[in-house]
């Protein structure tokens, strides 16, 4: 049967915009609403330059207010409202696919949603990479810098067998979510590696419900949407794998998704297979992924864009909100 051809099929607004829209469909964090796009950030995404800032107002604290009284010469001094920043780094990203790997047959209905459909989901996969790498960022600059007060970890290293105190549990949940004190009322997604994702439904706390329309089915831990993802951190130690699950609250990561000079790119090489030809698509994306409550202080990175492993690296952040204000907390667990 005669396979179509990318040159057959592409047309760059066509990609440009059935990419994208894979690509948000696919991301189980822009989904569960863990991640937000921020317009100004998408506007920021697309205008140049790596570094930016985003300004923020802190809370107005929780002094006790002034009585009133009819006295002419008492006065109420207003206090000043102060504010901050969140520095962040844009990441300037590509990828090239050559016909080989995405030409599909003539029987398929649809070949230009095969083939967006597969490089949306490379994106979705990516930016749910860095989402993951910089929240590992963010837990070890807690751990070095603030006395892990994000964090709760019950596993360890020993080389005696695992019990259960150093399992996942409902009440190791719990413990994590405290971390935010009265604030923990904002978590609302919880996301996890497969084999603690495994114990807990072993243990019957994962329930699977339908949308409002009877369509998508999703999982839930108790009221937390769950997110099964093996990016996340798995650390082997000498004698144990050290878990980290990762709760957050709604919009707790900020993103910006920009547009590049030329989005998608056809690239064709006659003289490529003897003479037979290859054509190749290219696909560029500028791209923010920020964790609320923190700067990037990009102390160590190398590039113009942060890499992955350059995102888990502690010298690279810096929480600038009080902790309860930040809707992340962190369980450590043998599995």
């Known amino acids: 049967m005669a396979n179509v051809q990318i040159s057959d099929i592409y047309n760059p607004l066509v990609f440009m915009g059935a990419e994208q829209e894979a690509q948000i469909e696919l991301n189980a964090f822009l989904a569960s609403g863990v991640m937000t796009v921020d317009p100004r950030l998408t506007a920021m995404a697309s205008v140049g330059g790596n570094i930016g800032e985003l300004p923020f107002f802190k809370p107005l604290g929780t002094d006790e207010p002034n009585y009133s009284d009819d006295v002419t010469g008492n006065s109420s001094t207003p206090k000043n409202i102060t504010s901050g920043i969140m520095k962040y780094r844009l990441a300037s990203q590509n990828q090239s696919w050559s016909t080989m790997d995405l030409a599909v047959d003539l029987a398929l209905q649809d070949p230009v949603q095969a083939i967006t459909s597969r490089i949306g989901q490379y994106w979705a996969t990516a930016l749910e990479r860095r989402l993951i790498q910089s929240t590992m960022g963010i837990l070890n600059d807690n751990v070095a810098n603030d006395s892990s007060d994000m964090v709760v970890s019950i596993a360890t290293d020993s080389v005696a067998a695992i019990t259960a105190a150093e399992l996942v549990s409902n009440d190791a949940i719990l413990d994590a979510q405290q971390t935010a004190g009265d604030h923990q009322a904002g978590f609302s997604a919880i996301a996890m590696h497969s084999v603690v994702y495994n114990r807990l439904r072993k243990q019957q706390l ?15 831990y108790g009221n937390l949407r769950v997110i099964v993802d093996d990016s996340l951190s798995a650390i082997a130690g000498s004698n144990r794998i050290t878990y980290t699950t990762v709760i957050f609250g709604n919009g707790a990561i900020t993103s910006g998704m920009g547009r590049t000079t030329t989005p998608s790119e056809l690239d064709r090489s006659a003289e490529k297979g003897n003479g037979g030809g290859q054509s190749d698509l ?54």
């Open 206 to 220: 994962i329930d699977f419900i339908r949308d409002a329309d009877n369509n998508t089915l999703f999982q839930m």
């Open 282 to 335: 290219y696909s560029r994306r500028a791209d923010i992924v920020h964790p609320l409550g923190f700067e990037f202080t990009s102390a160590s990175v190398a590039g113009q864009s942060a890499t992955l492993a350059e995102l888990a690296t502690t010298a690279n952040w810096n929480r600038v909100w009080e902790r309860k204000n930040v809707p992340i907390c962190f369980l450590q667990t043998n599995g």
